[in-house]
């Protein structure tokens, strides 16, 4: 068997059980076990469950960030960009819950090498979001009667798609863990753009919250 063929075996089997046991109570037999391969083969492919966890992460976090990427027109309007963007995030995580699993909570909770993949993917969707959120503020600003009023600040537009991809993730898990009905990927994308594009087209229009009549 290739060698390239018997590792993707391995790292399927090492993302399912990182997934429901966690990194720590993960074991390399049960590891080899589910990929069919020897204990001694899995360690002189992936040197050690350290080094096998971190390939894992990287490998979930490529495969997110392409999906997102590849859904992207470049040319489309700013809403359809973010909307298929979600989709795609989305339609991924719940296709690969077990990948999922393992960026979402066992990256984050067992430091190094794989927290770093996962900031690093999540400070690529955040800029990606800043930029829709920025030439949404930009192009409502030009059409505005001169007064400045849609124009956002740079730290609000990085500020909003910071809350965008943190709202993204947390329904991820909810989707990926509710009992019975379970939200298509369009329907949690959608749940999504009627809270941030509402908003963001109050802020086109130059409409911001103030506490000025409240008490």
């Given at each position: 068997?290739?060698?390239?063929?018997?590792?993707?075996?391995?790292?399927?089997?090492?993302?399912?059980?990182?997934?429901?046991?966690?990194?720590?109570?993960?074991?390399?037999?049960?590891?080899?076990e589910?990929?069919?391969?020897?204990?001694?083969?899995?360690?002189?492919?992936?040197?050690?469950?350290?080094?096998?966890?971190?390939?894992?992460?990287?490998?979930?976090?490529?495969?997110?960030?392409?999906?997102?990427?590849a859904?992207?027109?470049?040319?489309?309007?700013?809403?359809?960009?973010?909307?298929?963007?979600?989709?795609?995030?989305?339609?991924?995580?719940?296709?690969?819950?077990?990948?999922w699993?393992?960026?979402?909570?066992?990256?984050?909770?067992?430091?190094?090498?794989?927290?770093?993949?996962?900031?690093?993917?999540?400070?690529?969707?955040?800029?990606?979001?800043?930029?829709?959120?920025?030439?949404?503020?930009?192009?409502?600003?030009?059409?505005?009667?001169?007064?400045?009023?849609?124009?956002?600040?740079?730290?609000?537009?990085?500020?909003?798609?910071?809350?965008?991809?943190?709202?993204?993730?947390?329904?991820a898990?909810?989707?990926?863990?509710?009992?019975?009905?379970?939200?298509?990927?369009?329907?949690?994308?959608a749940?999504?753009?009627?809270?941030?594009?509402?908003?963001?087209?109050?802020?086109?229009?130059?409409?911001?919250?103030?506490?000025?009549?409240?008490?």
């Amino acid at each position: 068997m290739p060698r390239e063929v018997r590792e993707r075996q391995m790292l399927d089997a090492a993302v399912e059980v990182f997934a429901r046991r966690g990194y720590r109570a993960a074991s390399m037999d049960e590891i080899a076990e589910l990929a069919g391969a020897s204990k001694p083969l899995v360690y002189l492919y992936l040197n050690s469950k350290e080094d096998l966890f971190g390939a894992c992460v990287r490998r979930e976090a490529e495969a997110l960030k392409a999906a997102v990427r590849a859904a992207i027109e470049p040319d489309a309007s700013a809403d359809d960009r973010l909307w298929h963007g979600l989709r795609a995030f989305f339609t991924h995580t719940a296709e690969h819950p077990d990948g999922w699993a393992v960026l979402s909570c066992q990256a984050r909770t067992n430091g190094e090498p794989a927290a770093p993949v996962v900031d690093e993917l999540r400070q690529e969707m955040v800029g990606l979001v800043t930029r829709l959120i920025a030439a949404t503020a930009a192009t409502a600003a030009e059409g505005a009667d001169g007064d400045g009023s849609a124009a956002l600040a740079g730290h609000e537009a990085s500020g909003l798609a910071h809350a965008l991809v943190g709202a993204a993730e947390s329904l991820a898990g909810w989707a990926n863990t509710r009992t019975g009905a379970v939200p298509s990927a369009k329907e949690t994308a959608a749940t999504l753009m009627n809270v941030a594009w509402v908003g963001l087209e109050n802020l086109r229009a130059g409409r911001r919250w103030t506490r000025a009549a409240r008490p």
